[in-house]
């Protein structure tokens, strides 16, 4: 064969490469974008680069595999609710401390269900893996407990806070969302 032919099928071949590659990272970027939806962009808006973004979330997709997370028993799910309950009707008096009593609950479901429990990076983390639409309810909750103890939290920010631990405890829960 001539050299010619040699470099242009070489080319082709290198083209063809190329575009399979690049569809290969695009249909990539889409299945991770329509997954984590909000938090695929907030992760790329930390990390500075959607490579290393999509790093990150494929790590956080093989970690929660080797995770065993596990329902809970239906009585089990029953006395939560019933401690939400009485967390919840506390708010009125005392807002930071049921707030603070909501955290705890958040945090001993996780545990029962299999969750670790190293810092809250890796918890939020672990949970966007399973609950992308509500990880930044967990965050902007701890954040309002974190503005509590600085002094800087009032009452409708530790209501706020409340509402947001609600909706992941009912995700991890698995019941159906309650408005009231």
Known sequence: ???MVVGAIVAAVTVVV???LALMRIRTS???????GSEYERT???????RHAEAELRQRIERRASLDIKPLHPAVRESYLT???????????DPASALHDAEGLVNRVMRERGYPMDDFQQRAADISVDHPQIV??????HA???????GEAGTEHLRRGMIYFR?????LLEVEPSYT
């Open 18 to 20: 190329l575009g399979v």
């Open 83 to 93: 401690q939400w309950e009485r967390t919840q009707a506390r708010f009125v008096d």
């Open 44 to 50: 790329v808006h930390d990390n500075g680069s959607r």
């Open 1 to 3: 064969m001539d050299t």
């Open 30 to 36: 889409r299945v991770l974008h329509e997954r984590f």
């Open 167 to 171: 909706a992941l405890f009912e995700k």
């Open 144 to 150: 309002a407990l974190a503005a509590h103890s600085r």
């Open 136 to 141: 930044e309810n967990y965050r902007k909750a």
